[in-house]
């Protein structure tokens, strides 16, 4: 079955400056990465996701990359602010809809004023 | 994504018990429903997959016996925790899927403590 490998998992950076959290998955029939942020006690909430036939995409202040061959995907967020602390996951699927999701372990992202 | 309703959001019950946690798909007709189970500063872990109106597919490790779920229809799926246990206190979350599902939302999710 798939396996998602995540890094850091604690990562701590200045308010304004940018994070970056990295996965790594191990299915090549997976298409579909969503991340999603969860703050203490509540659901996951989707932040952005990629699908295999896209390598970059972008929301605002967000942005996630995708390297199929290298089989591995990033979330980049910029000018951090202090509502970003939170708990981020990464996610793979073969999509479709059909299939549930393979988490990453998480990362725990502090913004420091 | 899905509007999700799941129910109860907490529940504590005594060692030995019964609990059934509701899960419905208010906007989408979820042909599969995804459960989750998220133990205190872990991941998200999937324990089954349900087919409405079929058996469900249970992940490696995970007892069908114990963890019993029934989607008998589009809108609802139920999954109860039969003779819980200390070791089944956890969050449980759902999520509807199935044909059409792009985008995979999560219920409000459902804390079990079990005393």
């Known amino acids: 079955g798939e396996n998602v490998e995540q890094h850091p998992s604690t990562l701590s950076v200045q308010e304004g400056d940018s994070a970056v959290i990295k996965c790594t998955y191990s299915?090549?029939?997976?298409?579909?990465f969503p991340w999603y942020k969860q703050e203490l006690g509540k659901r996951p909430q989707l932040i952005i996701d990629?699908?295999?036939?896209?390598g970059e995409k972008k929301d605002q202040r967000i942005a996630v990359t995708l390297n199929k061959t290298a089989k591995h995907f990033s979330l980049h967020i910029t000018e951090t602010q202090p509502e970003d602390s939170a708990v981020y996951f990464c996610?793979?699927?073969?999509?479709?809809?059909?299939?549930?999701?393979?988490f990453g372990k998480g990362t725990h992202l502090i913004i420091q004023p | 994504g899905a509007v999700v309703s799941q129910h109860p959001s907490w529940v504590i019950c005594k060692s030995g018990t019964s609990v059934k946690i509701e899960c419905r798909s208010l906007?989408?007709?979820?042909?599969?429903m995804f459960w989750y189970r998220q133990f205190p500063k872990q991941s998200l872990m999937l324990m089954a997959t349900?087919?409405?109106?079929?058996?469900?597919?249970?992940e490696q490790g995970v007892e069908k016996d114990k963890f019993l779920i029934n989607h008998a229809s589009l809108t609802l799926s139920t999954l109860t925790v039969t003779s819980a246990h200390p070791e089944d206190s956890s969050f449980y979350i759902c999520?509807?899927?199935?044909?059409?599902?792009?985008?995979?939302?999560f219920g409000a999710g459902s804390r079990l403590t079990v005393l």
């Open positions: 349900s087919n409405e109106g079929s058996k469900a597919t249970y």
């Open positions: 906007d989408f007709q979820a042909t599969t």
């Open positions: 990629i699908r295999s036939n896209v």
């Open positions: 999520s509807p899927g199935g044909a059409g599902a792009n985008v995979l939302t």
């Open positions: 299915d090549s029939a997976s298409n579909y």
């Open positions: 996610a793979a699927s073969r999509g479709g809809g059909a299939d549930g999701l393979t």
